[in-house]
């Protein structure tokens, strides 16, 4: 069982910027991949970015070149750091992390993000 817990919302201004964090309970990313869902009001939860457990990293198009996702093994810590927000980006956020053998998927509970002046 893999507990994830995600951290790092918040109201931020549109053109700013936050980190969003997903702890993960235990050493898994050299078996797990990391993926960032978003799920805004009366929409379908869709996938943001995903790191492979070999470093390789995609994201949706409308966040390409303004998202960064990211780990650190030691911490067991998987990020997303999000720049020029913009109001469309306001979404419960959530962590996923998918098991390369098999496709196990453990989700976190999210944390919600609100771009807004």
């Known amino acids: 069982q893999v507990q994830l817990v995600e951290s790092g919302g918040g109201l931020v201004q549109p053109g700013g910027s936050l980190r969003l964090s997903c702890a993960a309970s235990?050493?898994?990313?050299?078996?797990?991949?990391m993926s960032w869902y978003r799920q805004a009001p009366g929409n379908q939860r869709g996938l943001v970015a995903t790191?492979?457990?070999?470093?390789?990293?995609t994201y949706t198009d409308s966040v390409q070149g303004r998202f960064t996702i990211s780990r650190d093994v030691a911490k067991n810590t998987a990020y997303l750091q999000m720049n020029s927000l913009k109001p469309e980006d306001t979404a419960d956020y959530y962590c996923?992390?998918?098991?390369?053998?098999?496709?196990?998927?453990?989700w976190g509970k999210g944390t919600l993000v609100t771009v807004s002046s």
């Open positions: 996923k992390a998918i098991r390369s053998s098999d496709g196990m998927a453990y």
């Open positions: 235990g050493s898994i990313f050299s078996t797990y991949a």
């Open positions: 790191i492979t457990s070999g470093g390789i990293t």
